[in-house]
């Protein structure tokens, strides 16, 4: 399956569960902090990549999804394709919190902030 087919896919299941429990656009806007616009794109498969990590928890927990809008989305897949230097720690460590946590989005935001600063101040001790 190619990305555009992927992308379509992960687009029909947001919009079927959005659809099965009933849920406005702006319904998943204010539950999930993720722009209707967006949302629309998504659903109908306009995008060119899929959404972050954090996005996509973002709208796993709004529409109550487990594990499969990561799946879609080839994020939970074996990464042994990806160079490990490929992305940044802090794009890693977003995706890890995101998918290997139950921290929403303003903790995983929150717990970024906190070890960042902690970066620097070793930072600034080694000085």
Known sequence: MN???????FGIALKNRRQ???LSLRDVEKMSNVSAALITKLENGKMANFPKALTIK????ALK???ELFVLA?????P????KDEKPFEQEFREFLATKTSLNAENI???IYFVSGLEKLQQIQKL
């Open 80 to 83: 042994t394709h990806i160079e």
């Open 3 to 9: 990305k555009q087919e992927q992308l379509l896919k």
């Open 74 to 78: 080839n994020i939970l897949s074996d």
């Open 58 to 61: 973002q709208l796993s927990n």
């Open 65 to 67: 999804f487990d594990n």
């Open 20 to 22: 099965a429990l009933n």
């Open 109 to 111: 935001e929150q717990t």
